[in-house]
């Protein structure tokens, strides 16, 4: 009998301030954002990693994780990660080629 074993625990984690009652923006929720920009022909690796509060509702390019405008990025790729209570999206492509984006 086959069984699958995952591990649970992510031992990096990025993890952004909640919005504080003052902090809101016509109710708009704030965190983090990580953006790889205009880095071509570099490959980038963000792998196993714990995401959480990230993301900029109501504001456009602030996204968990965006690969903005970066060309050709072959080689890199976004994989086995875990993104949770994000306040937009979750990963954004944006003006990049070949990245591979699995198993989050």
Known sequence: MASEVAWLSRPI????EGDGPSNTIKGALHGG????????????????VE???FGQQG?????PIHFHMSGNVAGSTVRKNVIRESNQRC????????VLVEDN
């Open 91 to 98: 990963v954004v492509i944006h003006g990049s080629h070949e």
């Open 13 to 16: 984690v990025f993890e952004a």
């Open 51 to 53: 995401i959480h509060n």
């Open 33 to 48: 954002h990580l953006i790889i920009y205009h880095t071509p022909n570099v490959a980038q690796r963000i792998e196993g």
């Open 59 to 63: 504001e456009l390019g602030r996204y």
